[in-house]
T-cell receptor, first 115, second 114 residues
Framework: KQEVTQIPAALSVPEGENLVLNCSFT??????LQWFRQDPGKGLTSLLL?????REQTSGRLNASLDKSSGRSTLYIAASQPGDSATYLC??????????????FGTGTRLQVTL | GAVVSQHPSWVICKSGTSVKIECRSL??????MFWYRQFPKQSLMLMAT?????????EQGVEKDKFLINHASLTLSTLTVTSAHPEDSSFYIC??????????FGDGTRLSIL
């Protein structure tokens, strides 16, 4: 059974700092890995999706890396802003159709960026 | 704009009643829909996977008679919480995917059972 863990569970940083969120998964046979953002009481916003054959993806101030063989991914946020405050979730997918395409979510990292 | 619409966003009801939550894909055919449950400050736990026109596949520990899922069309799936009790209070989120389309998530439904 796939298990996804995120470290740290919570993080508070001053505005402007660069930070790294970590995600690890126990079964390396994944199809892809996705990072999401969730604001309190809201749904999910997809940030980055990395296919199993890829090493990293970038979008603006966000960079996600994937080391499939070691079961790890990191989300790097550059020059953090108060608006980045949210819970960040990573999730892995075993396949791309039917039940195999279900996402297994990590435990999340609650980020607070202070002024 | 949103590609998956979930309704209602918030519902409060008495213990013993049944509650229906709708999940609609707005601009694509959702061959597969997923229903997740999220407790406060916890991650999302998959409840069931539904493919259009067939019975849903429930995750271990999820009561299929308690959480009825219908996916009768390519744009609509419903989750009915039958005879709801306070322990069913949670945040329920659906997602939808289709051919060559990644999963898109609804905004969630906060269910409070009194």
């Amino acid at each position: 059974k796939q298990e996804v863990t995120q470290i740290p569970a919570a993080l508070s940083v001053p505005e402007g700092e660069n930070l790294v969120l970590n995600c690890s998964f126990t079964d390396s046979a994944i199809y892809n890995l996705q990072w999401f953002r969730q604001d309190p009481g809201k749904g999910l916003t997809s940030l980055l999706l990395i296919q199993s054959s890829q090493r990293e993806q970038t979008s603006g101030r966000l960079n996600a890396s994937l080391d499939k063989s070691s079961g790890r991914s990191t989300l790097y946020i550059a020059a953090s802003q108060p608006g980045d405050s949210a819970t960040y979730l990573c999730a892995v997918r075993r396949g791309n159709t039917g039940t195999a395409s279900k996402l297994t979510f990590g435990t999340g990292t609650r980020l607070q960026v202070t002024l | 704009g949103a590609v998956v619409s979930q309704h209602p966003s918030w519902v409060i009801c008495k213990s013993g009643t049944s509650v229906k939550i709708e999940c609609r894909s707005l601009d694509f055919q959702a061959t597969t829909m997923f229903w997740y449950r999220q407790f406060p400050k916890q991650s999302l736990m998959l409840m069931a996977t539904s493919n259009e026109g067939s019975k849903a596949t429930y995750e271990q520990g999820v009561e299929k008679d308690k959480f009825l899922i219908n996916h009768a069309s390519l744009t609509l799936s419903t989750l009915t919480v039958t005879s709801a009790h306070p322990e069913d209070s949670s945040f329920y989120i659906c997602s939808a995917s289709g051919p060559q389309r990644p999963q898109h998530f609804g905004d969630g439904t906060r269910l409070s059972i009194l």
